[in-house]
Every structure is written in C-alpha cells, then in structure tokens.
C-alpha cells in the first residue's frame, strides 16, 4: 500500500502512456457488426466493452481512465464519473427509487441537494431525520440514507460508521466532498458510496464542473446504467483536468488546511465574528486513524452585524474572490442564506444554522498574511457601518 501522497501523483498512470490520452470522438467506427452488438449489450448493462466504444454516451476513454485513477484514490473498486455533482446525485437517487421509494437524508446538507430531495422530483419520498432518528425510521421501502460530512456550510461532522450501524443493510451514500479523498475515505467505514462534486476540490482550479461517486464495481453498474440513459456524461476534456487535479490534490489540501487553521483561530479571536464553524482538531473523529485525517479548509463565520455586515464583506474583500463554489486554489467566500442555501426551506435553514449572518469560506492556497490582511480589513471597515 502506497502512501496516500504518492497515489494521487500516480494514480492514472499506466506502464505504457504517462498522461491519458484525450479522446474527443463522439463515436468510433464498426469494423464488426457482430462485435458491436455484443459490446452494446454489455455497455446498456453497464459493463464494460470488449472492443470499442461505440458512442461516447456509453463509454468515452477518457473518462474511464480517470474513473479508474479516482477509485485509486479512494480506495475503492471503482468509480463513476458525471457532467456535474448534481447528475451524480441523480443518478444515485434515480437508482434508489428502482429498489424503493423511501429516502432518509440528515440535514444539513448542500442546498442543491436539499431542494432535489425536497422536490420530490424523481419520484422518491424524502424524510428528513437527525442521525438519532434513522433507525426508528426505517421502512421496508427504504432504499437509501444520505449523509454529508463535514456538512456544507456548516462543516459539522457526521459519524459514518456510527450511522451504518444503524441503517441494517440499506445503502449509507456520504457526500465528501468537503473532505476530498485525501482526507476522508467514507466506505472504510462502511459507507456504500462515496459521493464528490469533482467541480470543488478534485479540479481544483474553478474550470471545471464535474462529479463522481466511488463504490464497488456490481454498484457502478447500475449507475453506469443511468448514466447512460440520462445522458448525465462528463466530458473527455473535464476527465483529464481532473486526472490533473488529482496530481495535486494533497500538495493544495495541506497547504489549504495550513491556511485554514490559522485563519479560524484568528476569527474565532475577533470581535466582529460571534461563531465560527471549523472542525475541532481534538473532536474523536478527526486523527490520523479516525474518520477524517485532518480538519479541512472551509470555515464558516457569523458576524455579529449579521446580513449588513456579511454584505459589506463581500463587496470589500479583495485578494479573496466573493463567490460561490469552494475547493479552488483561490480564497472564495460566499454567503450561504442568500446563495448556495437560498432554495432550502427557511426553517431548515434556521433550524441548521444558515443565518442571514453567516458567511462560508473556502479558504484557498495563498500566502496566509494576506488572506488575513484582506479579511482583518475587510470585517474592520464592514463594522462601522
Ligand atoms: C457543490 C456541491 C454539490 C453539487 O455539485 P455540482 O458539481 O455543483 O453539481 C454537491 N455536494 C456538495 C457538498 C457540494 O459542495
């Protein structure tokens, strides 16, 4: 077993070709019929072709080469690539619903998800429950419960392997993308999926949207299945920035983390600042060994001048970039209630801490002095107003 660090830089490689060759082709010729009948067949089920693709909504190389170097990374048997972390959402949700109609879900969770579920959309029911509530909740059509951790915004955290325990045998999905691969690896501790929105820390450099979901191979099946039908296919030439990020993702994520911690604690001393949202290096699943082998890099903040002043915030700072998404290289702050969380339902807004106060910060790989310089400023002059 390989040091994690050393995975991420090889992860993708093959003996033969270093960097993964970039197949834009939507389709390949059909040099045999009766081979690309067998290859379909395989393909529509979710298998593997033996001879060509075909059509790239049913396999692109590209792609599965960075599946292949993603399952790496997260030490899983495989994985399943996506246009976005939505689609990859969707298509988890759309296989549930073919084993029963009955979702349990915890709050919070990313708000796009949430207004997914809540909609009811695609035919499943959703129950939302506190992770004490699970076992006393499940039905007979309960076909899935989903978890986040740490959870967005807030970063609180979730005990996986405490809620596996109390889920029988009905598939756990964790969203970890707060986390990425290098951090957390949720189906050590007997989550069933792995769920990332690649767009955030796994590109890492704000260009591109994706998702991926890590689980066994019978699983990827059936979500290369649903791909398939609904189109949800990422394209080749976000594969390979991905295959690129991942290169990179330890060296980002430390040098985030670094950051990070220096910039909570400093908040956590600020007058201006009534809360702040950083996991607790000391918190029994944060360790080397445990659930979550670092504290991460987003930070969650309520100020004390609540909305006027998470306004002002965002339109003062300036080496931080205020916008949505998180995981880049550059610092980006947003405000959740207004932005990322605005189609979640008020109450649950209220009920899990998304305040009009409340800001989230990715924090990113600049030198820290002027991350702190720029925030230090920023909360000083949005304070007199
Ligand atoms: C961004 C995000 C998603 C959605 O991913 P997209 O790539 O934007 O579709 C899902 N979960 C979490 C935790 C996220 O931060």
Redesign the pocket.
Known sequence: MKNRKTTCVHAGNSKKRLLPKIDFSTLSPITNLSDAISDITELNTGGHAQNGSIYSRLHNDTVAQFEIAFANVEGAEASVAFA??????TALILDAGQRGAHVLACRP??G??DALLSSQLLGTNIQWVTTDEISKNIRPETALIMI?TPA?PTGSLVDIAKVVSRCEDIPVSV?S??ATPYLQNPLKFGARYA?H????FIGGHSDV???VIACSEADAKHLRKIRIMTGANLHPLSAYLLQRGLQTLHLRVEAAQANAKIIAANLSRHRSVDRVYYPDEKDPLIGVNAQMRGTGSMIAFELSGGFEQAQKIMQTVDCIVPAV??GSVESLIQHPAGL?HRNVSKEARKSTGITPGLLRLSVGVEAVEDLWVDLERSLRVSATI
């Open positions: 976005s972390g939505m689609a990859a959402i969770i990313y796009g998800t986040e967005n969203d993308t707060f769920v929105s690649a767009t955030k949207l994706a998702g998404s998180l990322t």
